[in-house]
């Protein structure tokens, strides 16, 4: 990418908007599965797979469909991330986040300091419909949480919508934003700088092809201008439209041509410029495999005709503004958006955008947004009052508090106490203060705009902002006493929904939002039960961001089950807080688990208990657990259906597992001892015994999943050729084993060795990578082996010279031979490849 003046002049900026709503639960701090994002684990996770990460190692195929380069396409196109996205990224895909961060340096090193990365309003809420303050700390927290990631200040930021209005950009340039991206229908009229006469573009004609200057008008007509410039670039709205929901994508070449056709006849302006921006999904999760014409399109066909891709930023320095433009005011003076026709109303308003779901209104929109806007402003009100008490002043504290969430060190939480606390940094106070600060996030993460985009109030986005809303309820009740939750369930049912579950917000909130409320009881029940049926996968010492002291502990065995007394603190990762606990777990087998949680109970407490158990844990078959406990703990004891989701789902399917385990041995046999029997079935065109045949299926892929972990590494095809027979006997039949686990283990044998060979061309390591993938060729896995291909590539681009030349010892020979074989299997045009290392 570069911005050197060419002879012509034309330049080229595609813009991604990265962008996924906040999923996490906001007791935990994390995403937990999301059944219809199958097979992954979470609607991020798959959107991730199908578009983060094939973007950052897009591949470049020839006619045959062969790989012939891999590209990042972030070093190329102009983007920006959600915050709330990138925190997710860094821990989930940390290479991609890598990436990500990488293009942006290497192009702010190629442009003089103009990176391709935008930042972004901090968790996508409409910015036009937030009140002052949260209007401010969205933009500061999006442009704090842009320098903690990228190591520089953000020259421009997307805002949640492209939704505008004069308030929003006066706000923009008190943070030293220099400037935005907004749809051609946001324009109202422009001129040149230092004109007078306007010329109207209401309709979308205003020209693409150059920034903007956005007239600042005063908050009113006696208020001077506000010191400061905003730029703005429209989007070309044709070439935009094409993109993400015609077909350009369907062919590089095509897109170039129409690229090239929209720069038009030669202007009087030192450049031209075309910029196309959507959402970044576009380029492969919403249109499947189109990063891979992104690739094709930047880095061959506009290089190829003379075309400069560039950044905002970069062109935007080189080319400042020559016009002025004026906004469209919208409704009310709230302003416009690119994704509703009738200005923001789409996020407060039935006015009839939908994402097409027939016979649905949107009546909810507006009840709901009054609900939020009822509870944000109560807790801004206790907040100023008694958070006045702790801060020297709360609302810079809220502004500052950006900094604890991308940093929660204990040294950091410190500076930040100096900083802002109007008193005695005492853990109590600190404790409070956080608490206070984390209400205020979560009335922010309310107003995530995904929120009222779609079509009803039971959505999983309504839900999720309703979370968010319950927390922030919580923590000023545990504040101050003051029940916010009772109010907002109140206004929740004045939102009507559509389906006769769900008749209204209320409906919803009870149903899907309160059992979804997290106590201290329940978490240290979840604690208790994860770790008395030893769930491997738990860290005895936290529970997500909580982290966990066990005090004492004493287990009693009786008739073969289980019981256990134990007292542990809870201290969380987030506010600091802390609390002790006391509880009783029966595990009486299998499934049946019952734990009692007694919350503040002291040392005496847990004594008798202990000694209760100790003289009649014996008993309780006649007497029932529920005679053990009740004298020491009130309330009804939790079990695994209280467990959160992630572990339920875990453990539950670990005691099927064992179960299936135990029988899988003897259904293979079965399978295996009958072969000639099920053979003449066939033969015949009788129909196989359908418990036979599922039976068969699943024991086949599970013995091979076996198979592979017990021979991870030393695995070879002479001792995966029994199952190798069976499988392919069984698809003889028209069986279809299940391989899709065994899969998932094979693709990390596989990517191991390529790792190994990269570390290393030896011919022992070569030997290792073809003998697996030989495995998968004969057996015909399936496996996804998009990972091996990445690994693969950096292999044959590092040793290019060992790797894709001739000569040599016999020894890298044989290494060439292996990999040339692995290379063809893997989709390489090794010829291409041969001739691009050439070429360097």
């Known amino acids: 990418m570069s911005t050197k003046r060419r002879p012509d002049n034309r330049y080229v900026v595609i813009h991604g908007h990265f962008y996924q709503p906040p999923r996490e639960n906001p007791w935990i701090e994390a995403i937990e599965r999301q059944p219809g994002a199958a097979p992954h684990h979470d609607w991020n996770e798959h959107i991730a797979w199908e578009c983060y990460l094939p973007n950052m190692v897009s591949r470049v195929v020839n006619d045959a469909g062969k790989i012939v380069d891999l590209v990042n396409n972030y070093r190329a196109i102009s983007f920006d991330f959600g915050p709330t996205l990138l925190a997710w990224l860094e821990h989930a895909f940390p290479g991609v986040y890598g990436a990500i961060l990488a293009a942006d340096a290497e192009s702010a090193a190629a442009n003089d300091g103009h990176g391709n990365a935008m930042a972004q309003a901090y968790n996508h809420m409409i910015l036009p419909l937030a009140n002052e303050r949260d209007r401010r700390t969205q933009i500061l927290w999006g442009i704090e949480d842009f320098r903690h990631r990228f190591g520089r200040d953000p ?23 220099k400037f935005i991206v907004l749809a051609p229908g946001q324009a109202w009229r422009y001129r040149p700088i230092g004109a007078h006469d306007w010329h109207e573009v209401a309709d979308g004609s205003i020209d693409p092809r150059r920034p903007y200057r956005v007239v600042i008008e005063g908050e009113n007509r006696d208020e001077p201008p506000l010191e400061g410039e905003l730029a703005v670039f429209f989007y070309d ?8 929901f015609d077909q350009l994508l369907g062919n590089a070449a095509q897109l170039a041509d129409r690229i090239e056709a929209a720069f038009g006849a030669p202007m009087l302006a030192p450049a031209r410029l075309v910029n196309i921006a959507t959402d970044g999904e576009t380029y492969g999760h919403h249109r499947h495999f189109t990063d891979m014409a992104l690739a094709y399109v930047t880095k061959y066909e506009l290089p190829q005709r003379g075309i400069a891709l560039t950044n905002y930023a970069a062109y935007l320095a080189q080319f400042p503004p020559e016009f002025e433009v004026e906004l469209k005011p919208g409704r009310a003076g709230l302003g416009t958006s690119w994704s509703c026709a009738h200005g923001v109303e789409r996020w407060q ?7 097409g779901e027939p016979g649905r209104h949107q009546k909810w929109r507006a009840p709901m947004r009054r609900a939020f806007d009822a509870l944000r402003d109560a807790a801004a009100e206790l907040f100023e009052r008694e958070g006045g008490t702790l801060f020297k002043d709360p609302w810079a504290a ?10 929660r060190s204990e ?14 940094p005492e853990p109590e106070a600190r404790v409070r203060a956080l608490k206070w600060l984390e209400g205020q996030r979560h009335a922010m993460l309310m107003y995530t705009s995904c929120g009222w985009f779609f079509d009803d109030v039971s959505r999983p986005e309504p839900v999720q902002c309703m979370l968010y809303a319950a927390r922030a309820a919580q923590l000023v009740r545990n504040l101050t006493g003051r029940d916010l939750e009772a109010s907002l369930v109140e206004a929740l049912a004045e939102a009507p929904g559509n389906t006769i579950a769900f008749p209204t917000g209320r409906d919803v909130y009870e149903k ?13 029940a979840h604690y208790a039960i994860t770790i008395g049926l030893g769930d491997e996968q738990v860290d005895p010492d936290r529970i997500y961001h909580y982290r966990v002291a066990r005090l004492a502990e004493r287990r009693f065995s009786a008739n073969g089950d289980l019981f256990v007394a134990a007292q542990l603190r809870l ?10 606990a006391l509880y009783f777990l029966a595990h009486l087998g299998e499934d049946r688990v019952y734990c009692y949680v007694a919350r503040g109970a002291g040392d005496k407490q847990y004594a008798a208990v202990v000694t209760s158990l100790g003289e009649h844990a014996g008993d309780y078959a006649e007497v029932g657990i529920q005679a053990l406990a009740r004298p020491h703990f009130a309330g009804e004891p939790f079990s695994l259906s209280d467990l959160l989701y992630d572990e339920r789902e875990r453990l539950v399917t670990r005691l099927l597992h064992d179960r299936l385990g135990a029988a899988s041995g003897q259904l293979l046999e079965l399978f295996l001892d009958n072969m000639g029997l099920l053979k003449r079935y066939h033969d015949v065109g009788w129909r196989v015994p359908a418990v036979l045949r599922a039976s068969s299926e699943y024991a086949l892929g599970e013995a091979l999943a076996e198979r592979f972990r017990d021979r991870r590494d030393d695995l070879t095809r002479e001792r995966v050729a029994d199952l190798a027979d069976a499988i392919a006997y069984a698809r003889a039949l028209d069986f279809a084993p299940q391989l899709e686990g065994a899969a998932v283990v094979f693709e990390a044998i596989v990517l191991d060795r390529v790792r190994a060979l990269r570390a290393a061309q030896s011919v022992e390591n070569a030997h290792a990578l073809g003998e697996a993938l030989a495995i998968d060729r004969e057996i015909g896995l399936g496996a996804r082996l998009y990972r091996v291909q990445n690994e693969f590539f ?11 030349e001739d000569g040599g010892s016999d020894e890298e020979r044989q290494i060439r031979e292996i990999v040339a074989e692995a290379a063809e299997q893997l989709g390489f045009d090794l010829t291409a490849l041969r001739q691009s290392a050439a070429q360097q």
């Open 155 to 177: 020259e421009g930021m997307w805002l949640p919508e492209t939704a505008v209005n004069n308030a929003t950009v006066r706000a923009l340039v008190a943070a030293g934003i």
């Open 794 to 804: 950096g292999l044959l681009r590092e040793q290019a010279a060992r790797l894709l």
């Open 512 to 524: 899907l939002v309160r059992p979804s409320i997290l106590s201290w009881e329940r978490l240290v």
């Open 571 to 580: 201290t969380s990762g987030v506010t600091g807080e802390s609390q002790r």
């Open 398 to 407: 809220r502004d500052n508090y950006i900094r604890l969430i991308l940093d």
């Open 411 to 424: 040294q950091n939480v410190g500076a930040f106490m100096a900083k802002h606390l109007a008193v005695a």
């Open 237 to 244: 709205g044709t070439l935009a439209h094409g993109v993400a």
């Open 349 to 355: 308003a039935d006015c009839g955008c939908t994402t």
